[in-house]
């Protein structure tokens, strides 16, 4: 899993650094953005209930319509206080650092979907590292600023972690 990674990422990067034919549609962006998020199914079951994190990201345009993805960033999901079998578990939480490489593609200039694969690094003692993915659609409110409505799920275990969620973000 973790050589499929490196792959995509050295053919990420291999096709920001080689493209120089038309230079007048290349650019390289740079975001940061908060991410609030909901977890949902097994995760939600498990007991967690909300998500807060932020992440950076790069963009490259190889077209008008279309541009590469790099992202990493950090979400802390907490627990709730829940009972099980007589048992009271006092909250918690737990952290996952997504790094993820994807696309944009721009339906318009205010309306994207953007996908994305990549590997989520569990920061609990004992956690490990999972597959990642997130399909999402996006809003361009402005030049400087942009809304990303998503799903991210990490398959841990045999089961999904999944969480709804956004991503706001400042292009610089």
């Known amino acids: 899993m973790k050589k499929l990674l490196l792959a ?3 053919i990420a990067i291999s096709t920001m650094t080689t493209q120089a034919q038309d230079n007048s549609l290349k650019e390289l962006r740079f975001s ?3 991410e609030p998020s909901l977890p949902i199914g097994d ?3 498990a007991g967690y209930n909300f998500g807060i994190g932020g992440s950076v990201q790069g963009e490259y ?3 008008d319509d279309f541009g590469l993805t790099l992202n990493a960033g950090y979400i802390n999901y907490s627990a709730k206080d829940i009972t099980v079998g007589g048992v ?13 490489a994807g696309f944009k593609y721009y339906f318009s200039p205010k309306v994207y979907g953007h ?6 690094i569990g920061t609990s003692k004992g956690a490990s590292s999972e597959f990642a993915y997130s399909p999402g ?5 402005s030049r400087n600023f942009d809304i990303l409505l998503k799903y991210l799920a990490y398959s841990a275990n045999g089961g999904t972690l999944g969480s709804i969620g956004a991503r706001v973000a400042y292009n610089f």
């Open 115 to 120: 996908g994305q694969l990549g590997i989520g």
């Open 61 to 63: 345009k190889v077209a």
């Open 8 to 10: 995509i990422a050295v």
């Open 137 to 141: 659609i996006g809003f361009m409110l």
């Open 88 to 100: 009271n578990y006092n909250g918690g939480s737990f952290g996952i650092v997504p790094v993820l």
């Open 43 to 45: 995760f939600n079951d």
């Open 32 to 34: 940061i953005g908060v």
